[in-house]
């Protein structure tokens, strides 16, 4: 079975999520926290948050959004990015820089 990303669910998701799995509903606000707020890489760093409850992270999610695979700049200040997804799927972007900035994806 393949993982999906823990930025895939919602948190009312993410806390039914883990009431399943007979784990306490408000561990889902702090997971939620080291995502979001403080922007941690692995669940290990999630240093509140019970090991047991970590080890059902690690077996169902990953933490990857999107890997950046092309990035070409141009003279005109426009960036161009290649990005993959975790099911492979590709997603291009500008990024152009003239009085405003606009990103088209």
Known sequence: MSKSSIYGITLEKLTDWLVERD????RAKQIWDWLYRKRVRSFA?????PKETLA????S???ETLEKEIIQESKD????YLFKLQDGNLIETVLMKQNTVYLCV
């Not at 784990?23 to 408000?26: I, L, P, R, S, T």
């Not at 760093?45 to 948050?49: C, F, G, K, L, R």
């Open 23 to 26: 784990q306490k509903g408000f």
């Open 56 to 59: 059902l992270l690690e077996e």
């Open 61 to 63: 999610f990953v933490m």
């Open 45 to 49: 760093e999630m240093t509140n948050v």
């Open 77 to 80: 200040g426009t960036t161009k």
